[in-house]
């Protein structure tokens, strides 16, 4: 294993305590329909940027798809953007831990020039991948990665995809919402490390 049990209790305290105080911004904000507005967002860029952060989740997403496949025996397929520097740490992690593992981004857009690529990296066409981003939410980042693997670069999936935080409630969703993005296909698993009900998402002038 990556790391033991005990040490994913421990970085999980660290990384629910660094998201609540610099991952997640409260105030006012513009939404993305016309006329409505958020009161609070998630910004984990403000992590995924930051050293320490970035290897505890490395750590742990590598202990829990461990924990879902049995092996390291995939490759990993990043959503852009959030999910390059998670599709870059991990391989690194794994090495420090003598498994070898690849990784690669899917585009938002296809590149109108030169190759012409929908990835960037390289991509082993008999390894299946595991899906990677920062956030599971109403977007279609993670669809969008899955659909280009599956039907432009032709590839076997893992069905599984994880996540730092996937935007859900475990008591106010059904047991299907809990499990998977609505917009990705109905047998892939998402995997997540933390979902809305392990932060304080009130408004504290409230």
């Not at 397929?77 to 391989?91: F, R």
């Not at 076997?156 to 299907?176: C, D, Q, R």
């Amino acid at each position: 294993m990556i790391i033991s049990d005990k040490q994913y209790q421990h970085y999980e305290k660290i990384m629910r305590n660094f998201i609540q105080e610099h991952c997640i911004v409260k105030k006012t904000m513009p939404g993305k329909l016309p006329g409505t507005t958020y009161t609070w967002m998630f910004y984990l860029r403000n992590g995924l940027f930051n050293a320490d952060f970035l290897q505890y989740a490395s750590e742990m997403m590598l202990y829990r798809l461990y924990e879902e496949i049995g092996s390291f025996k995939f490759q990993i397929c990043g959503a852009e953007t959030a999910g390059t520097p998670l599709a870059a740490s991990l391989p690194l992690i794994a090495k420090m831990n003598n498994i070898q593992l690849g990784s690669f981004v899917v585009r938002k857009e296809q590149k109108k020039y030169g190759l012409m690529n929908w990835h960037e990296g390289m991509v082993f066409k008999d390894i299946p991948y595991v899906l990677i981003d920062d956030l599971c939410n109403s977007s279609m980042s993670l669809k969008h990665a899955d659909d280009i693997c599956r039907n432009k670069l032709m590839i076997p999936s893992t069905n599984v995809a994880i996540v730092l935080v996937n935007k859900v409630n475990k008591e106010i969703h059904s047991e299907k919402r809990t499990k998977t993005d609505m917009y990705l296909p109905e047998d892939v698993k998402v995997i997540s490390l933390f979902d809305l009900d392990s932060f304080d998402l009130s408004n504290p002038s409230h």
